[in-house]
């Protein structure tokens, strides 16, 4: 018998013999429950005889069979009562699974009986199994893929907002590749069937009494939270841009309303300077500033203009990009530009009106700041953690959601997850990112709640398909430490080179991966490959 624990006091195992039960009475087991039915299987232990021998060594039994699909309000009403008396107990069927189950479900309702019972503040909260914080890309699969292996868990999904977007389509919209409409969805439209939502932001986590607190004085309570609310663009960041973006030729691809602005600004420029920045990192794609370059500047090429207008590209990092395989190739992409790449370069400050904007020399023995003229500039703005996940307690020293890289557990609670660009993890925050974690995190729950141990563990994978020319794409696939993690066959794609299949993955494949597949708990291209140790 290979007996695992659901809790301190209650161990569950598949069918059990005569002589089981004499090691259970030894162990101190002072109930077992039988959730099998009689004759399923040939070479199966009758109930009977399993239950004299338990009465015969002072063992109570009790028998609430149901078939693998069969769990019901009256078999959870039934073993309520036995699991509250807190005795050290068995419980068994055929593999286990069925007693998981009921297990699971009777605690839930043991949950809300409990709070029912409550002070009128209590008993009016919620109680879930599962609570996702952000209804983004990675809060939206992960319920998916964890209802995909769990129908019956109590999932609710925590986010105010009321559109949902595919944000990697974004960089195509600013380069008149793709309408912005096709990027959104309404949030209702993708929740998962089954799945509560609830339209409200979190304020606080209370860790210790697992509870998430919501902005309308609200509480709802959790068995296990998944964080995933993604980052915040810090507009305020550098002065005087937030009043003038979508304006003055100053706009952002970050910005859904703000995408369509940047293709428009390409489209008519016909000479001047055009300024490109990225700011330190983490940010949410790490390619998606060059992008824009990249294409605006190859428009303006095909177009002959090119030559009349000074491309500059402004970044914080000490490098064009952070995995070196991929450089000799970008570099020369921007030579082809004629691309002036400035490093160590931040702006500071923007003034719209008079189109000007000032940049902090970083290098060492920097010369202080620099002004540049613009006729159009396109910003990433600095990015930070959500407030309420920085001031949570399970944050690191940068303020976000501090998680084991490979289970992608928070290092501080063991019931807490976290999925997408809010998590600590050194992988590259990109939706191709999410894609792979989900799974983890799915896994790595049910596995919690089984009392089991998954080995699903994420390698830190992350793709930017750096668009750089209509066309044409660098995929850039790499994991934890700049290793190299190509999805594709070298005949296929050639991974640190521009391919034109790069392109079709981009604009036409992963567009239709994510709404068919992704966010429907379709796992697609989702295997990992953690580094050996």
Known sequence: MLAKHLSDSVTVSGQISSADVLQLAADGVQIIVCN?????????????????????????????????????????????????????MHMYCRTGNRCQNLFQATLGVMAETAAANQPQTQAAMPHYDVVIVGAGSAGISVAASLLKRSA??????????????????????????????????????????GVTWRKQAVV?????????????????????????????????????????????????????????????????????????????????????PQKAMYLSADHWRRNGVLPQIGVQFHTVTPGLFGVADFVPALKGFCTQYDAQVNTQSRLVKVDGEQQIAWFEDLSEGGKGLREERFDMLHVCPPQMAPSFVAQSGLAD??????????????????????????????NAKTMAAARKQVVVVADQIIARR??????????????????????????????????????????????????????????????????NLMVKGREWLTKTNPEKR
């Open 36 to 88: 099998r039915p009689d004759s399923e299987s040939s070479d199966q232990t009758p109930f009977a005889e399993i239950e004299a021998v338990a009465r015969d060594n002072g063992i109570a039994i009790h028998h609430i069979p149901f078939s693998g699909s069969g769990l019901s309000k009256a078999h959870v009403d039934a073993f309520a009562p036995i699991l509250a008396s807190e005795k050290r």
């Open 152 to 193: 019956q868990l109590r999932i609710a999904i925590i986010d105010p907002a009321s559109e949902h977007f595919y944000q990697p389509g974004w960089t195509l919209v600013g380069a008149g590749e793709m309408s912005a409409e096709s990027t959104r969805r309404e949030t209702r439209d993708v929740i998962p069937k």
């Open 204 to 288: 606080k986590i209370t860790a210790d009494e697992k509870v998430v607190e919501l902005d309308d004085g609200s509480r709802v309570a959790y068995q296990q939270l998944v964080v995933c609310p993604g980052l915040v663009l810090d507009w305020d960041g550098v002065e005087g841009l937030a009043t003038a973006l979508g304006r003055n030729g100053v706009t952002s691809n970050y910005r859904y309303d703000l995408a369509p602005y940047t293709w428009e600004l390409v489209s008519s420029l016909k000479q001047g300077v055009a300024l490109f920045t990225q700011p330190a990192m983490p940010i949410k794609c790490a390619g998606a």
């Open 397 to 426: 020293s940068g303020g976000w959601l501090s998680v084991d890289p490979e289970t992608l557990q928070s290092t501080v609670d063991e019931n807490i997850w976290g999925a997408g660009d809010v998590i600590s993890a050194a």
């Open 450 to 515: 089984s009392a089991t141990s998954s080995s699903t563990l994420y390698d830190g994978y992350g793709a930017c398909p750096l668009t750089v020319a209509q066309g044409k794409v660098v995929l850039a696939e790499f994991g934890y430490g700049g290793r190299l993690l190509p999805t594709f066959p070298a005949w296929l794609n050639r991974a640190t080179s521009a391919t034109r299949f790069g392109w079709l993955l981009k604009k036409r494949i992963m567009p239709w991966v994510y709404w």
